[in-house]
């Protein structure tokens, strides 16, 4: 779990520096949702082979469905899926929600939420952004000296949410955002960082997984992430079993561990084919004996 923790830690925090550097920039370098979605895609795939697998269709497809892309977590329990729309922050704070797509014009948030009713999905918009965006998810400073490095530039939030408040930038919807690394560890923990020396500067890349009381010198515990953070969120503990309540949730399902192997196998059938998505990722994350997550 602490090994898929650390890349998405790391990736929403590369995302946000190089989302910044661009909008800074006098170089007029593009940075954009496709190039940004591609990129951590194939940082995950390359850091983690063993857990996550992918499926890639035609680019053109996603008009159609709303979607960029497709995410199936599978523990030993449960397991999650959800179509997720990413969305960038424009150079001048827009947040571009509003956008028809299609010979019908139809607006790409009824497609991507029709499209995820008709097949039991959940709907998110992943919405990359860099610090100067963010105000509630922005970098915390503590002790002077010590804080937490790692800038959450990918941040989830329920399309449905999205439907309602119609944000024209992020401020308006980013009190019901939460960064992806969310998805990765349970309500009963909290996320530390311990301060690193790096070129004489200190880093806090040392992700520590503890008990909410587990207090310590040097370490700074985040309470915005336990109160900012979905109840009926589905965590990689949750879908290995590790829970007392039940959860309901839209693309919350029984564990189908043979998805893994028809994913990796590229054993397609009919009805898949039928479906219109640009990239589809199986994390699977099913805990045993000697596997890192």
Known sequence: MTDLLHSLLDLGDATSR??????????????????????????????????????TFSKAKESKNGADWEWTFIGKKYQYSMRVQAKRIQRNGALRINHKVGNKKIQ???????????????????????????????????????????????????????????????????????????????????????????????????????????????????DTEQRQRPEDLPTIDYLNGFGERKLFRSGLIDANPDEVFRVRTAEE??????????????????EFEGREI
């Open 18 to 55: 190089n989302l910044d550097f661009a909008h800074k920039s006098n170089y007029l370098v593009s940075f954009g949702e496709e190039t940004i979605t591609e990129t951590n895609l194939l940082e995950l795939l390359r850091r983690h082979p063993d857990i996550i697998s992918v499926e």
């Open 269 to 286: 059938t009919d009805d898949y084919r039928t479906r219109r998505i640009s990239k589809r990722l199986i994390f699977d994350v099913r």
């Open 108 to 222: 790409q948030i009824d497609l991507l939420l029709d499209d995820a009713r008709a097949y039991n999905l959940d709907a998110f918009y992943c919405i990359y952004c860099s610090e100067r965006d963010r105000v509630i998810w922005a970098t915390p400073m503590k002790g002077g000296s010590l804080r937490r490095v790692s800038e959450y530039g990918c941040l989830m939030v329920d399309a449905r949410k999205v439907k309602d408040k119609s944000p024209k930038k992020l401020s308006d919807i980013e009190q019901d955002c939460f960064p992806w690394h969310f998805l990765t560890f349970d309500d009963d923990l909290r996320i530390s960082y311990d301060e690193e020396t790096y070129n004489g500067s200190s880093r806090g890349l040392i992700v520590k997984l503890s008990p909410p009381s587990g207090f310590g010198t040097g370490i700074f515990f985040s």
